[in-house]
């Protein structure tokens, strides 16, 4: 099922856990990695969908480092790159709210501590992480 994306426009990617949080950034190691805001409520920061061959490269619209706002998953998270290393991802529309994914990575987040975001082939469940589910809400 398709879920209703309308490129080149601004919206918060909010998880369906019941926290009303938003995908935000932070630095590590001279990269800004992906992350759930670390309030309940907090939005974080808005993402723009650009259409490219199946999928979309999800931007988001604050960085640490000029020129990297687009989400790559590595072994280590999600994190910002420049738009020509962007990652293809794919939106899917289910019950509990819309997932992407990345050469088969479903996204995922931390459960305990703080919520870094993943790509993940499969999990086990209650073993600290969990499947992300997203609203969409335009800004």
């Known amino acids: 099922m398709a879920v209703d994306i309308t490129p080149e426009i601004q919206y918060y990617m909010v998880i369906t856990d019941g926290t ?15 992350l759930l805001a670390n309030n309940t409520g907090d939005k974080g920061y808005p993402v723009i969908f650009h259409t490219k061959g199946t999928g979309y490269t999800i931007e988001i619209t604050s960085s640490n480092w000029g020129g ?46 703080k919520a870094w975001l993943y790509a993940e ?15 969409l809400d335009k800004v």
């Open 68 to 113: 990297y706002r687009y989400l790559q998953r590595v072994t280590t998270g999600v994190k910002l790159v420049q738009e020509g290393d962007a990652h293809i991802w794919v939106a899917q529309s289910h019950t509990k709210g819309a997932s992407f994914t990345t050469s088969g990575a479903s996204m995922v987040y931390n459960t305990s501590g």
């Open 20 to 34: 009303g949080r938003g995908i935000s950034r932070e630095p590590y190691m001279n990269w800004d990695f992906c």
């Open 121 to 135: 082939e499969s999990i086990l469940p209650n073993f600290g992480r969990d499947f992300a589910f997203w609203t």
